[in-house]
């Protein structure tokens, strides 16, 4: 383990970046490594974990990547989809020529290169050099998705594009530029570049190849239909209507026309700002999770230099949307299935980021995942429950969901407040206003973004940890709000004007009114 650990200071990546004196840094690093040590040993000591229970979990995950190296799926569902070998979950199988190139080992089953920890909320940093990714191009295993949602176990028969001189091209992860537009335009724009989208996923999926960089850019303004309720009403769209079933068929077609009413997208502007955050808690690379990926705009937006050393894996339950998202990130780790039927092993994660869905009629049936005995978790509060146990300690947890989190009084938000707490320290939160999504989305609702760190120790809240557990009434403009303890001791965190929500029956929720750009500098 040491040496795993301290092997990413050598890693020439890392000298890559550090210009042309890097002494001073790398002292810094080696100081931060052994202080880091000294912290790792100490809590574990203090910790009082069950040997067992320990030992167990190491297992899992090592058999979880031996699973990797042998060609086969990471998961029990059918709608994942591998990316290049070598940058799924701790990268699998390596050559000689790789480890040769590399200077990586393999220790247990789980690549040396992967691990290294970060300054203080103690994520793993994961370093990916130039070699390396030229090496993961090399061959590629079980990914790719037919036509008829099937799965070819070998991606050794895909065509592979090519330059104009013949060379081939290797697929890369997507990211946005400042001129995307990704979001943007009217609702007649985003209906054009939705189906210019889907026209283009069907070509490429009968071509069973991947995107080239420039059909990238097209997939990547899909917006989904949220807020297109016109679309499947209006005459005008005949036409296209029926193109868009001959090429998803029936299935998918229901799906699109009854996700209206909540498949939003996030806004650039908000991905960034979270983005910055969870870099300035200190994470430069490692595991990242996206449980309610859409198309990925999530990564699209991530510091390259952090994409390059992290290894991503997504989820996203819309057959079109989900395979859109493997065409553009090819690279990752993509499964199209529902989160509840997605199953991975606890303590996987360094980070999960996300817009997760929220809707407090929708419940979640898993076994796994119940309050009171036998209740189920609404939609929301369910993907905090379950992404508890796949960070791993120390790990991070950024969230927009749905107001109820934080300030619903019933039985369920008490309990998933409870749950949460037990296991992480709520770092910061923000209360979006409900201008926030307009543009991107289409809707007006106010959104809570809130961020989490799981405990190295359970039973130790860290220095930093905030109180969120109450919901308590306060006083604004003559009118009283059922509002967290967290925002009455941080107002400044309500980032617009308190007015009523009218979209919820309980009229004494908490809503805000602002400026979206002025939001995002907020933020």
Do not use: C
Not at 437 to 443: D, Q, Y
Not at 454 to 467: G, N, V, Y
């Amino acid at each position: 383990q040491t040496y795993i650990l301290a092997k990413t200071l050598f890693d020439r990546w890392y000298f890559y970046e550090l210009g042309e004196n890097p002494t001073e840094e790398i002292y810094r690093e080696t100081d931060n490594k052994v202080n880091q040590f000294k912290s790792l040993e100490k809590d574990f000591k203090a910790s009082n974990i069950n040997e067992n229970e320990f030992l167990k979990q190491v297992k899992d995950l090592i058999e979880y990547e031996e699973e990797l190296e042998d060609g086969r799926d990471i998961s029990e569902s059918e709608g994942s989809s591998g990316g290049h070998r070598g940058m799924e979950f701790g990268s699998g199988r390596e050559t000689d020529e790789t480890r040769e190139k590399t200077g990586t080992r393999s220790v247990g089953g789980i690549s040396g290169k992967n691990d290294g920890l970060s300054d203080r909320t103690g994520t793993d940093s994961v370093g990916k050099n130039e070699s390396q990714q030229q090496s993961d191009g090399s061959d590629r295993k079980s990914g790719t998705r037919k036509n008829d949602g099937s799965r070819d176990s070998e991606r050794g028969d895909q065509q592979t594009p090519t330059s104009r001189d013949n060379r081939p091209i290797v697929a890369k992860n997507y990211q946005a530029t400042d001129d995307a537009d990704i979001g943007g335009g009217t609702k007649g724009e985003k209906i054009k570049r939705n189906m210019e989208a889907i026209r283009l996923l069907a070509k490429l999926e009968e071509e069973n190849r991947d995107a080239t960089p420039d059909e990238q850019k097209i997939l990547a303004r899909y917006t989904g239909w949220g807020g297109l309720k016109q679309f499947f009403g209006d005459e005008r769209y005949e036409n296209l209507r029926n193109e868009l079933k001959n090429l998803v068929g029936n299935k998918a077609f229901i799906a699109a026309s009854s996700s209206v009413k909540n498949a939003h997208y996030t806004s650039p502007e908000v991905i960034k700002a979270m983005w910055q955050g969870i870099e300035k808690l200190g994470f430069n690379g490692g595991r990242i999770l996206e449980p309610s990926m859409g198309v990925g705009n999530m990564f699209a937006f991530m510091n390259p230099t952090v994409m390059n050393r992290s290894t991503l894996v997504g989820v996203e339950m819309d057959s079109i949307t989900g395979r859109i998202a493997q065409k553009l990130y090819p690279n990752a780790s993509i499964h199209v299935t529902p989160y509840q039927d997605q199953n991975f092993p606890d303590n996987m994660f360094d980070v999960a980021i996300g817009n997760v869905p929220f809707s407090s009629q929708v419940l979640i049936e898993d076994k796994n995942y119940k309050y009171n005995g036998d209740q189920n978790f609404n939609v929301h509060n369910y993907f905090f429950a379950k992404t508890l146990d796949k960070v791993r300690p120390g790990g991070l947890i950024a969230f927009i969901t749905s107001t109820g989190t934080m300030q619903t009084k019933g039985d369920q938000a008490q309990a998933i407040r409870e749950r949460m707490n037990e296991q992480a320290d709520l770092i910061a939160a923000f209360k979006l206003p409900s201008t926030t999504f307009e543009k991107n989305a289409g809707t007006s609702v106010t959104t809570d973004l809130l961020i989490f760190q799981k405990r190295l120790d359970p039973r130790k809240p860290s220095e930093h940890a905030q109180q969120w557990q109450k919901v308590k009434g306060k006083e604004y403009q003559g009118y009283v709000y059922d509002l967290n303890e967290y925002y009455i001791k941080h107002p400044e965190h309500l980032l617009g004007t308190p007015t009523k929500n009218t979209l919820y029956a309980e009229s004494s929720q908490m809503a805000l009114e602002g400026d979206s750009s002025e939001t995002t500098n907020s933020l």
